[in-house]
């Protein structure tokens, strides 16, 4: 059993397992019933997606220094008792069924799911490399 990070929209791997989408929005101009079947995701969980307040320093970021401001920030939000617990729970999970945690980013580098990745890793998640 393992939990990946990927890209919503990208191809799903055999044995994936239910990929949740830790976005603040859903996908424009596709109706929820065509979600899972595209490939976004199969659970809106926007609660381990950064607050709509620092998503504009992860999207203008063009520096080290301005990215590691976001990932600070974020690591911050991540940081609180209910979302302590969500990684926690989902480390957890990891050991037991197959799962995928993503968001829509080109570049993971550049993108909240790899802190995520750090995170859950940090909680004792098995991540898929």
């Not at 690591?75 to 969500?86: I, Q």
């Not at 957890?92 to 993971?108: I, M, P």
């Amino acid at each position: 059993m393992v939990a990946r990070i990927v890209k919503l929209g990208s191809e799903r791997i055999a044995g994936e397992g239910l990929r949740i989408g830790t976005v603040r929005r859903p996908p424009r101009g596709v109706p929820k019933t065509e979600f899972s079947s595209h490939n976004w995701y199969d659970v809106w969980f926007p609660n381990l997606s950064p607050s709509a307040e620092i998503v504009p320093l992860a999207l203008h970021a063009t520096t080290e220094a301005e990215w590691n401001a976001f990932a600070k920030k974020y690591r911050a939000e991540m940081a609180t008792h209910d979302n302590t617990h969500t990684i926690e729970l989902l480390a957890a999970l990891s050991h037991h069924t197959n799962f995928s945690v993503g968001c829509y980013c080109e570049d993971e580098s550049r993108c909240h799911r790899s802190i995520l990745r750090a995170l859950l890793k940090d909680k004792g998640a098995k991540i898929a490399s």
